[in-house]
């Protein structure tokens, strides 16, 4: 005959009734120096996941107001003042560095190749956004060090002295952000698109010189992105081939402009050209 436990046998404290023993064994292992040691891994950790996915939304954030500053940069080519809008962009640009100064702030004492993949959308879009109004102002790619030099901020923070009640001035403090090469290569592969863009809207709107310095333009760009081969980020190969399609689209247009400008009317340019597919081998695009 099976008697049953004593109720002492029990530990109710847990809401469960598991055995007094194996709750009291449980108890004891938690003031071992492994499991304290696990309990601040696991802080790290929950720090670190909960940094990254801040970082996911800054991103998410910069990459939308970059987007919008493309979108304005491109009425600039319909509109009859374009500094307005290339102002306007400045004014745009200005917040997106500022929330890239909450990355640099979220990454001060950190490992930047920890969080790199959280970020790097943003930055590439904001790095194709700033080199699309540098192209518009000035006809030429702006540099990395360009670049970097407006991503420097200046954050204040109060002065704890001990002993002293009264209030402390605050010091100021110099963060920067250095946009990954990478990042740079990347961003520069979107630009191309954008240009394709702008060329198409530029003949729409009877610019007939643009495309011919876009043609250009954008060959030196295949010929630097040729240059680096299988030694570049691996989403090269992927950016190389869209950059090829965009060259291959605005060289089309130059051709139709030169042989077949004076057949086509002026208002009807846009759509032929949009119309026009380029054909281009899918293993050229492969590097």
Excluded at 102 to 122: C, K, N, V
Excluded at 156 to 177: I, N, Y
Excluded at 248 to 258: H, P, Q, T, W
Aim: net charge negative; glycine share 6%.
């Amino acid at each position: 005959m099976v008697t049953a436990p004593s109720p002492d046998f029990f530990c109710f404290v847990s809401g469960e009734g598991c055995p007094k023993k194996i709750c009291d064994a449980a108890q004891a292992n938690l003031s071992l120096p492994v499991i304290a040691a696990f309990k601040v891994f696991q802080q790290e950790l929950d720090t670190k996941h909960d940094k990254y996915e801040h970082l996911v939304k800054i991103s998410r954030d910069i990459t939308i107001e970059s987007k919008r500053s493309i979108f304005l940069l491109h009425r600039v080519t319909s509109l009859p003042d374009a500094e307005d809008a290339l102002n306007e962009a400045d004014v745009k640009l200005d917040g997106v560095r500022q929330k890239i100064g909450q990355i640099a702030e979220e990454l001060r004492g950190e490992d930047i190749y920890q969080f790199h993949r959280a970020f790097t959308p943003g930055i590439q879009e904001y790095v194709e956004a700033v080199s699309f109004l540098h192209y518009i102002r000035h006809r030429s790619l702006i540099s990395l060090e360009e670049i970097n030099a407006k991503l420097v901020f200046m954050r204040t923070e109060k002065v704890d002295v001990k002993g002293s009640a009264e209030a402390q001035p605050h010091a100021a403090q110099v963060l920067t952000f250095q946009v990954m090469p990478s990042d740079y290569l990347l961003g520069v592969a979107d630009l191309t698109g954008e240009l394709m863009r702008m060329c198409i809207s530029s003949v729409g709107n009877g610019d007939i010189d643009t495309p011919f310095q876009l043609s250009q333009f954008l060959r030196q760009i295949h010929d630097g992105f040729s240059y680096i081969g299988n030694t570049g980020p691996y989403e090269v190969s992927k950016k190389l081939y869209t950059l090829r399609q965009s060259l291959g689209k605005v060289e089309d247009a130059c051709y139709a402009l030169r042989v077949r400008g004076s057949e086509i009317p002026k208002h009807m340019l846009a759509d032929v050209f949009s119309s026009r597919t380029t054909l281009i081998d899918p293993d050229e695009g492969l590097v």
